[in-house]
């Protein structure tokens, strides 16, 4: 006898698959950890330590960074480094990046352990080379500056860039730092790439020292529109002396159209910063007003809105 099949029960095969099993089921352990999560969220610090040790005492990783996290800050729990070193070298043991940077951090800074540059370095390194670009540039930063590892300029150079290339702009500044002291690559393209890229995000010293670089032509071609720019984002960040450069590029009409209430304005934001030295400019800007141009400035106020300073209406009627 030939045996028949009834295709429409392959078909049907999957159907019966028991789909109240989940794919992957989140450890009790696991649920401990969100929940301290959700405490920490609500700002309920001291539930939040309690339930991260119930999960750090059973071996997870996050659970012991957080808890160590929450012991070096004082949070739910007395201020103890000690303590917060034990559950960071828990968590870094385990291979967890974050937590190999806190170690290597607290071995840097002298916390809760004896301080050591090399070991701290050691630490470090694990999570940098897990592309942890806080841990590039604190290797970078070690191997630059401190004391028995500094003055390794290449490896310096090589965790500085790794940590450049990911927005680390504190990093793309200190390359340009390097090649200032005569340090590192000789590659200035790059390092006014980097400096932009830096400048972009709001780095103060990198957007004055492009504006400067900018106004005399050291290492770009000189341009005042490109300087009056970078000095512009400076100023409008409350640098004092960016406030000042760019009133007299609007008094000078260098890289501006010449602007004498413009100049004012940003001279008496250089006063209103504390820099005592533009008052003198501000005065004599001032006397060269004519009546419509006093009325202007008389009719409008600085005034800072989302993190900038800007002229607008809201002085003397």
Known sequence: MKLTHNNMFYYSLPLIVPLWLPAVMATPTEERVKQAKAYDEKGDSLNASKTYLEAAQQGDAVAQNSLGEMYEAGRGVTQDFVEAFNWYQKAATQGMALAQYNVGRLYRDHKGIEQDFATAATWLQKAAEQGLAQAQFALGMLYNYQHPVKNR??????????????????????????????????????????????????????????????????????????????????????????????????????????????????????????????????????????????????????????????WGEGGKK
């Open 153 to 310: 300029t290449d490896l310096a150079e090589e965790w500085l860039r790794k940590a450049a290339a990911q927005g680390v702009a504190s990093a793309q500044q200190q390359l340009l730092v390097m090649y200032q002291d005569g340090r590192g690559t000789k590659d200035f393209a790059t390092l006014v790439e980097w400096l932009r890229k830096a400048a972009d995000q709001g780095e103060m010293v990198a957007l004055q020292t492009l504006a400067l670089m900018y106004y005399k032509g050291e290492g770009v071609p000189k341009d005042f529109s490109q300087a009056a720019q970078w000095y512009r984002k400076a100023a409008e960040r409350g640098d004092f002396t960016s406030q000042y450069n760019l009133a007299m590029m609007y008094e000078m009409g260098e890289g501006v159209s010449q602007d004498l209430v413009k100049a004012y304005q940003w001279y008496s934001l250089a006063v209103l910063n504390k820099y005592e030295e533009a008052t003198a400019d501000q005065d004599r800007v001032k006397a060269k007003l004519s009546k419509d141009q006093l009325k202007q400035i008389e009719s409008g106020k600085w005034k800072q809105e989302q993190g900038k300073w800007v």
